[in-house]
T-cell receptor, first 116, second 114 residues
Framework: AQSVTQPDIHITVSEGASLELRCNYS??????LFWYVQSPGQGLQLLLK??????LVQGIKGFEAEFKRSQSSFNLRKPSVHWSDAAEYFC??????????????FGTGTQLKVEL | DAGVTQSPTHLIKTRGQQVTLRCSPK?????VSWYQQALGQGPQFIFQYYEEEERQRGNFPDRFSGHQFPNYSSELNVNALLLGDSALYLC?????????????FGSGTQLSVL
């Protein structure tokens, strides 16, 4: 069964500092990997996704993630964090459903706090 | 172009009651998925609807049921509510069946069971 682990429950960084959020996955085949962000009272917004090809994926809001098959990881990075980046971040792996379609299996999330 | 809309935004029920949550998918989308997000957890897949049929369900009891209408909107019904059903319920819509399909999430319905 597919699963996602986000080992850091909370992370605090200073504004302007770099950021790396960790994600490890378990999946039997080539994974489809995603990072989502959730602000309080909001739904999930897709930051970036990996399906195949270049292992370094660029997303919105200056985020990027690197797929490393050997480490079963898909860590999210940003070179300089802005106060508005404070939110909860979820890593997810996509799995095929019987009869077509996809479902996402999410990690438990990492809460990012940004200090001014 | 409206995105995914869910109603109501908040709901308070008591144990044993039944609840219906509603979702209108993004324009042009024909597939609706429902997720439950308990406090401090990531969303968990409940089920997905396509062409008015339940395509597959996650690890949720039969108390959770759904429906998709011809206009692709969807309802999630939960019977015999338990305290543990308190959560944010998210609806996501998409189109296509390939790996490139992109899920668009609504803002959710916050259900509190007292």
């Amino acid at each position: 069964a597919q699963s996602v682990t986000q080992p850091d429950i909370h992370i605090t960084v200073s504004e302007g500092a770099s950021l790396e959020l960790r994600c490890n996955y378990s999946y039997g085949a080539t994974p489809y990997l995603f990072w989502y962000v959730q602000s309080p009272g909001q739904g999930l917004q897709l930051l970036l996704k990996y399906f195949s090809g270049d292992t370094l994926v660029q997303g919105i809001k200056g985020f990027e993630a690197e797929f490393k098959r050997s480490q079963s990881s898909f860590n999210l990075r940003k070179p300089s964090v802005h106060w508005s980046d404070a939110a909860e971040y979820f890593c997810a792996v996509g799995g095929r459903l019987t009869g077509g379609g996809n479902k996402l299996t999410f990690g438990t999330g990492t809460q990012l706090k940004v200090e001014l | 172009d409206a995105g995914v809309t869910q109603s109501p935004t908040h709901l308070i029920k008591t144990r044993g009651q039944q609840v219906t949550l509603r979702c209108s998918p993004k324009s042009g989308h024909d597939t609706v998925s429902w997720y439950q997000q308990a406090l401090g957890q990531g969303p968990q897949f409940i089920f997905q609807y396509y062409e008015e049929e339940e395509r597959q369900r996650g690890n949720f009891p039969d108390r959770f049921s759904g429906h998709q209408f011809p206009n692709y909107s969807s309802e999630l019904n939960v019977n015999a509510l338990l305290l543990g059903d308190s959560a944010l319920y998210l609806c996501a819509s998409s189109t296509g069946t390939g790996p490139n399909e992109k899920l668009f999430f609504g803002s959710g319905t916050q259900l509190s069971v007292l």
